[in-house]
């Protein structure tokens, strides 16, 4: 299967928020929509392109029904908030990527083909680890409970503070513990650079693929500067 590096990746991840927000009009989100389905095409995770069309589509018809709303205090509230997670789904397709189809050694490997400080690597690669496993430890409390036949409310403060909320602090804290021990176990911290099993170079495809999107957007940034 053709692999995209997990650089190429990081780095479409920082373009798309510059380019959404730096051009004018929906053609840019549509235009970064449509490259995360490609990378999503190359993952073969065609199950979530089609959920994060759905997504795209609601947000779409909710801030359509919010800016020809009269209601001023809807879109002040709900406004900016809708606009901004509309915009960010392309990033949300990318990460999910990294989050579900990079290794966190592969991805520690791709950091130091470029230098990045130790400190700086620990951080990115535990949060991207952390949100897959706190979503498996979240089921774990679901089933605990569910075992103990506890049914807990938002309309139970009480209860649901301590049946909830209470465990979930406690996991998370010790989830981010275990996964930076983790990472420090495999030498991250070791100033002698570190060897890996994974080609982790950015190939032909690589740049082919991040130079079509440079043109793609600087010809849109340009064209967009010149209509204005």
Same mark, same amino acid.
């Given at each position: ?39 999503? %095409? ?43 997670? %509309? ?86 804290? %010790? ?44 010809? %849109? ?8």
């Amino acid at each position: 299967m053709i692999k995209l590096n997990p650089l190429t990746l990081i780095i479409l991840n920082i373009l798309f928020p510059v380019v959404i927000f730096l051009g004018k009009g929906m053609k840019y989100e549509i235009i970064c929509m449509l490259i995360s389905i490609v990378v999503l %095409l190359i993952y073969k995770r065609y199950l979530q392109i089609f959920k994060f069309i759905i997504l795209y589509v609601i947000l779409s018809f909710i801030a359509y029904i919010i800016s020809t709303s009269k209601i001023i205090l809807l879109a002040d509230l709900f406004g900016t908030l809708v606009y901004i997670f %509309l915009r960010m789904i392309p990033v949300m397709m990318i990460a999910y990527i990294l989050v579900k189809d990079i290794k966190s050694n592969e991805l520690l490997a791709s950091f130091e083909q470029i230098h990045l400080p130790k400190k700086l690597m620990l951080s990115i690669t535990v949060t991207l680890r952390f949100f897959p496993t706190y979503k498996l430890e979240m089921k774990m409390i679901r089933e605990s409970l569910k075992m103990r036949n506890i049914n807990i409310k938002i309309t139970q403060p009480l209860k649901y503070l301590e049946y909830w909320i209470v465990p979930v602090l406690m996991r998370m804290n %010790l989830i981010s513990e275990e996964m930076t021990a983790t990472a420090m176990t495999k030498g991250i911290e070791s100033p002698i650079r570190r060897t890996s099993f994974y080609n982790v170079r950015m190939r032909s495809i690589d740049f082919i693929f991040l130079g079509i999107v440079l043109i793609i957007f600087i010809f %849109l940034l340009i064209k967009g500067g010149k209509s204005c």
